[in-house]
C-alpha cells in the first residue's frame, strides 16, 4: 500500500499581456502535489520562463499535516547556466538555508523565528497559488498581512537560493466560476497587494480551486509585468 492518499498532477501555461506580444507564451510549468496518509503533504514544481535570460528552476516543498513548511529544496538556472542550489530547513524556533550559488559561493544561514513559520515562498506559481491557503475564510472576503520567508527577493526567482523575510498582504475577493484550459472549476479569487520586495511587486491576482488543496487555476499581474498564468491540465489520482 502507498504511504500517499491522492495525487494531483498538471501544468500552467505562462503568456504575456503585453500589446506587442499579447497572449504569446513566455513559458511554462509543471507539477505535483502529494498527500500522505499522516496528512503531510508534498509539493514539486519544474518552472520555465522563456523571457531572457531565461529561467529553469526545480523546487520541492514538504508540509506538515498542520500545513506548516518542514523543507524545501530549489535549483535555478539563469540564462542557461547554473545559478544556484539550495536547501532549506524550518523548525519552531528557526529556518536554516544551506546553499551554492555561482555568485555568493557556498552560504549557510541561520533564522531566528518568533513562531514556526506559516509559508515559504519558492517562485514556483503553483506554490503562489497555495499560499493563498494562509488566509483565514471564516473571517470573509477583505485583507490579511502575513509574515513568511522567500528563497530570492527578485520578482522572478532569479537570485540565490537564499533566505529573504516579507510580509505577504492578501486580499480575500470571493467565490466564482470560472472556464480555464484544463476545465471548468469553483474558484476562489485572492489578490496579492504586497511581498515587501525591494523592487514594488504589481498587484497579483490569482483564482485557486475552492477546496483544500488551493490548486492554481488562472492568474494575472499587472504594472510592468503584464503576465498571466491559466491551468493547462489537471488530474487527480485517488491511491
Not at 513548511?69 to 528557526?94: D, H, L, M
Not at 541561520?110 to 503562489?128: E, M, S, V
Request: hydrophobic residues 40%.
Amino acid at each position: 500500500m502507498t504511504g500517499i492518499t491522492r495525487s494531483i498532477t498538471g501544468s500552467i501555461q505562462y503568456t504575456s499581456k503585453q500589446s506587442h506580444r499579447l497572449d504569446a507564451e513566455r513559458g511554462r510549468e509543471s507539477f505535483r502535489l502529494d498527500v500522505h496518509r499522516d496528512g503531510s503533504r508534498v509539493l514539486a514544481a519544474h518552472c520555465e520562463i522563456d523571457d531572457a535570460p531565461a529561467v529553469v528552476r526545480d523546487v520541492n516543498l514538504r508540509l506538515d499535516a498542520g500545513n506548516r513548511p518542514q523543507e524545501c529544496f530549489v535549483r535555478i538556472a539563469v540564462g542557461g547556466q547554473f545559478r544556484g542550489s539550495g536547501w532549506f530547513a524550518f523548525n519552531a524556533n528557526e529556518a536554516q538555508c544551506e546553499s551554492t550559488t555561482t555568485v555568493e559561493g557556498r552560504v549557510s544561514q541561520r533564522f531566528p523565528l518568533q513562531a514556526p513559520l506559516l509559508a515559504f515562498g519558492n517562485h514556483a506559481i503553483i506554490n503562489d497559488a497555495y499560499a493563498m491557503s494562509l488566509y483565514d475564510l471564516a473571517q470573509g472576503p477583505g485583507k490579511q498581512t502575513f509574515f513568511m520567508l522567500l528563497s530570492s527577493p527578485d520578482h522572478r526567482g532569479a537570485t540565490g537560493p537564499m533566505i529573504f523575510p516579507v510580509q505577504l498582504a492578501i486580499e480575500y475577493v470571493g467565490e466564482e466560476d470560472i472556464e480555464v484550459i484544463a476545465g471548468r472549476f469553483r474558484a476562489r479569487h485572492f489578490r496579492i497587494l504586497d511581498v515587501g520586495m525591494p523592487e514594488e511587486h504589481p498587484d497579483y491576482d490569482l483564482w485557486v480551486t475552492a477546496d483544500e488543496h488551493y490548486i492554481l487555476l488562472r492568474a494575472a499581474v499587472t504594472g510592468y509585468m503584464q503576465t498571466a498564468y491559466e491551468l493547462s491540465s489537471y488530474t487527480v489520482v485517488e491511491h
